[in-house]
Nanobody, 125 residues
Framework: QLQLAESGGGLVQPGGSLRLSCTAS????????IAWFRQAPGQEREGVSC????????RHADFVKGRFTISRDNAQNTVYLQMNGLELEDTAVYYC??????????????????WGRGTQVNVSS
């Protein structure tokens, strides 16, 4: 059974940076596309970024393009989300999730197969 664990969240000022990590156990991360989702209080879950199992394809939501970068290190069973130029609106719980393909994110009604418990990101002055 694949298990995912996020880390790296915290409090940061607007314009600052954080790097989130998603580490897998129980199965090889290289088998899966890995996505980052986030959910702010009172808001629906939204897709942020995704990287294919090969690492050859990435996707980013329009609201993070140019600011966030997703990458993976399969040898370490870890996917990263580098977040730069953070804004107040980026405050949310960030989750990593695993499934077969990044294009599954196109349907908001589809839930990825495996999820971590989330890490809190607070952007505040």
């Amino acid at each position: 059974q694949l298990q995912l664990a996020e880390s790296g969240g915290g409090l940061v000022q607007p314009g600052g940076s954080l790097r989130l990590s998603c580490t897998a156990s129980g199965s090889a991360l290289e088998r899966y596309a890995i996505a980052w989702f986030r959910q702010a209080p009172g808001q629906e879950r939204e897709g942020v970024s995704c990287i294919s199992n090969s690492g050859g394809a990435t996707r980013h939501a329009d609201f993070v393009k140019g600011r966030f970068t997703i990458s993976r290190d399969n040898a370490q069973n870890t996917v990263y989300l580098q977040m730069n130029g953070l804004e107040l609106e980026d405050t949310a719980v960030y989750y990593c999730a695993a499934d077969s393909y990044c294009w599954y994110m196109s349907n908001p009604g589809y839930r990825f197969a495996y999820w971590g418990r989330g890490t809190q990101v607070n952007v505040s002055s």
